[in-house]
């Protein structure tokens, strides 16, 4: 059996922001972390506890907390105990899917609290009508 990731699950979820629409600054810093809690053997499975949050330069937070299970090659609880770190293969699996999750419930929340969105947005450029039909 190859590396599993499943049951991710959101146990909590916070939205606030501190200042008024009109009140904000021109430059807006979104840091990210993402926290391991805790991890515990679950059968065949490991349950990995975690902590995201966007913190929004002196606008808002968000945090999100959650779950999920994970079956990979290894047995890393008792190494989660020790030294409070994943292994490297585990660990960029891990974060990418709880990243994953949470990014798209952090963006929901900043709009409906009308924070910016917590990832940068594409900056699309208008080509000439004339470059797109091939006549310039």
């Known amino acids: 059996m ?18 008024q629409i009109d ?6 810093r979104i840091d990210q972390n993402l926290s391991i809690l805790d991890v515990r053997k679950e059968g065949e499975f490991q349950r990995v506890f975690y ?5 929004f330069s002196g606008l ?3 945090s999100v907390e959650g779950s999920l299970l994970y079956s990979g090659t290894e047995d890393f609880e008792l190494k989660w105990k020790k030294s ?13 899917a ?7 419930e952090t963006i ?9 969105p917590p990832v940068p947005m594409p900056n699309l450029q208008q080509q000439k009508k004339k470059d797109i039909l091939g006549f310039g």
Request: proline letters at 3%.
């Open 2 to 19: 190859g590396t599993v990731i499943k049951d991710l699950e959101i146990t909590s979820i916070e939205g606030k922001r501190f200042s």
């Open 84 to 96: 409070k770190e994943l292994p490297e293969g585990a660990a960029s699996e891990v974060q990418g």
């Open 60 to 62: 808002g937070n968000i």
């Open 108 to 116: 929901t929340l900043a709009r409906d609290l009308r924070l910016p």
């Open 23 to 28: 009140a904000r600054q021109q430059e807006i």
């Open 51 to 55: 902590k995201f949050v966007s913190t």
């Open 98 to 104: 709880i990243f994953t999750s949470s990014i798209v």
